[in-house]
């Protein structure tokens, strides 16, 4: 089974990787570039979902004998009873060759009032772009992320991407119990 990821960012195949050697034998993970016009930073679950989507879609497309795309993508999404009025989060949406896809989510996290506003003026940067300043950790968003900075290494983005990845394959791997769409 060929599964291709919407990214060669080493964190989010990895992350997919061993979600889906948990369920299926005989996979095999490609990463490619996804050469799509996305938001640099998504603010908003419809960026975040529509990110992920897009993903997905360009890489089962881009593959071909691929059974499943897979579109992974972090950004602010707003809630209530946060400081900033926002959580960082993480989508993925697994989409398969039969046009049956599913949406799975992280936990989500605060980051700082100040970061958070700086992000919605500058729409032109990434959230990695100011961890690497705050951390003094070059390519962090490749590595633990600002999660790991945050927590003290308690967690890490390849933790959140695996939550997102697993709660998407949920309908793929009880069928039974999912209809069709």
Not at 82 to 95: D, H, K, P, R, V
Request: a positive charge; one cysteine or more; glycine letters at 8%.
């Amino acid at each position: 089974m060929i599964v291709v990821v919407g990214s060669r960012n080493p964190i989010k195949v990895s992350a997919v990787e061993y979600v889906f050697k948990r369920y299926y034998r005989d996979v095999v993970i490609k990463a490619i570039d996804v050469n799509i016009d996305l938001p640099k930073q998504p603010i908003g679950l419809d960026e975040i979902l529509y990110g992920a989507y897009r993903r997905s879609r360009y890489a089962l497309r881009n593959v071909p004998q691929a059974e499943f795309g897979v579109g992974i993508e972090a950004g602010l999404s707003q809630y209530p009873y946060t400081e900033s009025g926002f959580l960082n989060i993480q989508a993925c949406i697994i989409y398969h060759k039969s046009g049956r896809y599913s949406l799975g989510v992280s936990s989500g996290f605060e980051l700082p009032r100040n970061i958070v506003e700086y992000l919605i003026k500058h729409r032109d940067r990434e959230l990695e772009d100011i961890a690497e300043d705050i951390t003094g950790v070059d390519r962090i968003g490749e590595k633990g992320g600002i999660i790991s900075y945050l927590t003290k290494d308690l967690m890490s983005r390849r933790d959140l991407t695996i939550q997102a990845v697993a709660t998407a394959i949920i309908p793929f791997i009880n069928k039974e119990l999912y209809s069709s769409r």
